[in-house]
């Protein structure tokens, strides 16, 4: 059972360009909500955390964006750059201590 | 937050045989995990190493087919057992901090032939 839903799959945007990235979860229990970027070769990186008692934050360029009634989250990339192009994951977490990670979305930002 | 070595960075197995990984971190952390990323899909938690106590395997994952160590606070190993092509995959350790949240490794690179 997937708990964490993400979509989209892939997106293209062109430099300048505000990708959004949405992710859904059904486990109530869950209180912390990561997101990480992956280059090919590379791990996973974390770029932005959230935890329920907000509903924005942000970091630089990147923003999530928190509805708790909606069980929702996505993630926001302002002005973004060719090399923000590679794999973003949302996550989710609770008091297990275990990741859950969502599909992933390739993102691609062109000139 | 911690820096995560990985050895081996990839590798180029035969059938049947076993592959051990290793995990070195800069510090010392209590929550230590392993994951697979199979080609261009997500990530899949395959167990909880804690210092001390044995691993802890999520659903799909045995003990016999992935054995890991955890001797101490800064290092663990994780083995791929009798392995067949359908184990290529990148295989990640991942530590917890409280301030830091999770960190990953570079992952090792798996091919099975």
């Known amino acids: 059972q997937q708990q964490v839903k993400q979509s989209p799959q892939s997106l293209i945007v062109q430099k300048g360009g505000i990708p959004i990235i949405n992710c859904a979860y059904e486990n109530t229990a869950f209180d912390y909500f990561p997101w990480y970027q992956q280059f090919p070769g590379k791990g996973p990186a974390l770029l932005i955390a959230i935890r329920p008692d907000v509903s924005e934050k942000k970091e630089g360029r990147f923003t999530i964006s928190f509805n708790k009634s909606a069980k929702q989250f996505s993630l926001h990339i302002m002005d973004s750059q060719p090399g923000d192009s590679a794999t973003y994951f949302c996550?989710?977490?609770?008091?297990?201590?275990?990741?859950?990670f969502g599909t992933g979305t390739r993102l691609q930002v062109t000139l | 937050s911690a820096v995560i070595s990985q050895k081996p960075s990839r590798d180029i197995c035969q059938r049947g045989t076993s592959l051990t990984i290793q995990c070195q971190v800069d510090s010392q952390v209590t929550m230590m995990f392993w994951y697979r990323q199979q080609p261009g899909q997500s990530l899949t938690l395959i167990a909880t190493a804690n210092q001390g106590s044995e691993a802890t395997y999520e659903s799909g994952f045995v003990i016999d087919k992935f054995p890991i160590s955890r001797p101490n606070l800064t290092f663990s190993t994780l083995t791929v057992s009798n392995m067949s092509p359908e184990d290529s995959s990148i295989y990640l350790c991942?530590?917890?901090?409280?301030?830091?949240?999770?960190?990953f490794g570079s992952g090792t690179r798996l091919t099975v032939v």
């Open positions: 991942s530590v917890l901090q409280g301030n830091y949240g999770y960190t």
């Open positions: 996550a989710a977490d609770g008091t297990a201590s275990k990741l859950t």
